[in-house]
């Protein structure tokens, strides 16, 4: 009786499962993707400096690059940037190596600090650059840009990509004579791109040895323009139909 009974439980409960999968699939619903963008122009740069020191003597080497990066971040705080806008990103200290005849043979000692400057105004980033070169950077590892409302713009751009996905639906249920219910589901589509679509476009990168010649007497300044960028937000929308 007592197997019975567990077999009769079974079979109910897969009858069960096998009615709520019908109701399931006979729930008509329709599936749409929707795509909102946002066109804005960048308010910020970000300009990368580094100073790059190499010596056969460890502490030399550090002194002397401590002395250089000094001397640029105290040109910069001349120049009107604020000690917010300057950050350190990386600092390092390594000796440099080699293999010879399978033994390993060390060389010079290298010290690297980059620091990334905030450029409020983006005219002015070619300029930071310049002096930045004038005061004993040794590269330039490139330059990003930022807008300072970027939120409020992908919001803007998921509502419209909402909006977009809505209007398809309701243009494809009108010719089919239906009419659209409510939202079964809803997710952004992560992979858009929406971030790398907004970071720079433009890049430079430059290195140089201390002893190379920099020709202030040019008075070349370098120029940079940020262009427009685009905001892009993708929303996976599913539609019950009545």
């Known amino acids: 009786m007592k197997k019975s009974a567990l077999v009769f439980a079974a079979l109910s409960m897969l009858a069960f499962l096998s009615c709520s999968q019908k ?9 749409v993707s929707g ?14 400096l580094a100073v790059i020191t190499r010596k056969s003597d460890i502490k030399e080497a550090q002194e002397e690059n401590a002395k250089a990066m000094k001397k640029i971040q105290d040109a910069l705080l001349a120049k009107g940037v604020t000690a917010e806008n300057l950050q350190t ?23 690297t600090n980059r620091i990334k400057v905030t450029v ?15 005061n004993g ?6 330059i990003s840009f930022s807008y ?5 713009a992908i919001k803007r751009a998921r509502t419209l990509a909402i909006e977009n996905a809505r209007a398809i639906a309701e243009e494809s249920v009108s010719v089919a004579g239906t009419k659209l219910g409510k939202v079964l589901t809803m997710k952004e589509d992560t992979n858009n791109g929406y971030g790398s679509r907004f970071s720079a476009s433009n890049s430079i990168t430059q290195t140089w040895g201390p002893d190379t010649p920099y020709d202030d007497a040019a008075g070349a300044s370098t120029p940079i323009s940020s262009g ?5 937000i993708v929303m996976d929308i599913t539609y019950e139909l009545k």
Do not use: F
């Open 23 to 31: 109701d399931v699939n006979k729930m008509r619903s329709i599936a």
């Open 228 to 232: 427009k960028k685009e905001i892009s």
């Open 148 to 152: 300072e409302d970027e939120v409020k």
């Open 35 to 48: 795509t909102g963008k946002v066109i804005v122009t960048p308010d910020k740069a970000t300009v990368k």
């Open 89 to 111: 990103y990386d600092y390092e200290i390594s000796q440099e190596s080699h293999w010879k005849n399978e033994e390993k043979v060390y060389g010079l000692y290298c010290v």
């Open 120 to 134: 409020q105004d983006i005219e002015k980033a070619g300029d930071i650059i310049d002096l930045g070169i004038r």
């Open 137 to 142: 950077a040794t590269g330039v590892d490139g």
